[in-house]
């Protein structure tokens, strides 16, 4: 059922891929809700996605860039208000990246020029991003902008590997600039750290399956999917929710809460049983 949420706001959404994308789901609920948006990804995602697919499906403009650079993400600014006719009203930002975790290097053992494409990628392009949409003005006031997080940024998991730093970082960019764009510009800033879900990056997660059961049973209203984060990604567009910004906001289905479930008791209980 749509609700009219986003009815004549303008977006960009960077980071979908394929329809196991979160920002893929954020695109066709936006969508859904009435909004009209630009899409991004690199030059060699969109050759090897389905993009092409989502951008005739909501009617979007696809716009390549690397998010790392300057150049790049500046004309997805400026074409994004060029093609749309206006100032942005919301931004997603759902960007992630570890070459360390490709390669299948430990922590204990980065590259560490990998380590810093991996900040650049997945934290420092959402500090460029916003930086230049106020420099060009780009966003309306009482504007939105999202960028996807995960636990990992506050507590250690085996595997996430430097993804952790760069997600701790995406968050304090998220308050440091949620603070300058809200004083200044009534701007929201936030990040959503969603449960574990398998997006063709989580995949690449070492015991991603296992780490998904794991938090099925620990989560009081399970997992959240890509589906359900777009949903709530697009309240955090919407006008309900002007007052929130400089927040990491849970959606995890209450999995950040919580130390142990009776159903991850039980699961644990039957290992001991098994060696009986």
């Excluded at 360390?100 to 380590?115: A, Q």
């Excluded at 993804?163 to 600039?177: G, Q, V």
């Excluded at 400089?246 to 950040?256: E, I, P, R, T």
Aim: glycine share 8%; hydrophobic share 40%.
């Amino acid at each position: 059922m749509a609700y009219g949420l986003l009815k004549g706001k303008r977006g960009i959404i960077l980071g979908a891929l394929n329809d196991m994308s979160i920002a893929w789901k954020v695109a066709e609920k936006a969508h859904e809700e009435g909004a009209i948006f630009t899409l991004s990804n690199t030059p060699v995602a969109m050759r090897l996605g389905t993009l092409d697919e989502l951008a005739e499906k909501t009617g979007s403009e696809m716009i390549s860039a690397d998010a790392t650079s300057l150049k790049d993400l500046e004309n997805v600014i400026l074409r994004s208000m060029e093609v749309l006719g206006g100032k942005i009203d919301f931004i997603l930002h759902s960007i992630g990246m570890s070459p360390n975790v490709r390669k299948g290097l430990p922590y204990d053992s980065l590259n560490y020029e990998y380590f810093l494409k991996t900040l650049d990628i997945s934290a420092l392009s959402f500090h460029k991003l916003l930086l230049l949409a106020r420099k060009h003005d780009a966003i309306s006031e009482w504007g939105s902008v999202v960028a996807l997080s995960y636990v990992a940024a506050q507590r250690t998991l085996v595997g996430y590997n430097d993804m952790a730093d760069a997600k701790s970082l995406l968050e304090s960019i998220a308050r440091s600039f949620g603070y300058i764009y809200g004083r200044d510009k009534k701007i929201r800033v936030n990040t959503v750290s969603q449960s574990p879900t398998m997006t063709t990056a989580g995949s690449g997660v070492k015991g991603i399956e296992t780490l998904i059961d794991f938090t099925e049973r620990m989560s009081p209203l399970g997992n959240a999917t890509a589906a359900d984060c777009a949903d709530y990604c697009v309240t955090l567009f919407s006008d309900l929710t002007r007052k929130v910004t400089m927040q990491n906001l849970f959606h995890d289905g209450g999995f950040s809460s919580m130390a142990m479930s009776l159903r991850a008791i039980d699961q644990y209980s039957k290992s001991f049983d098994e060696c009986d």
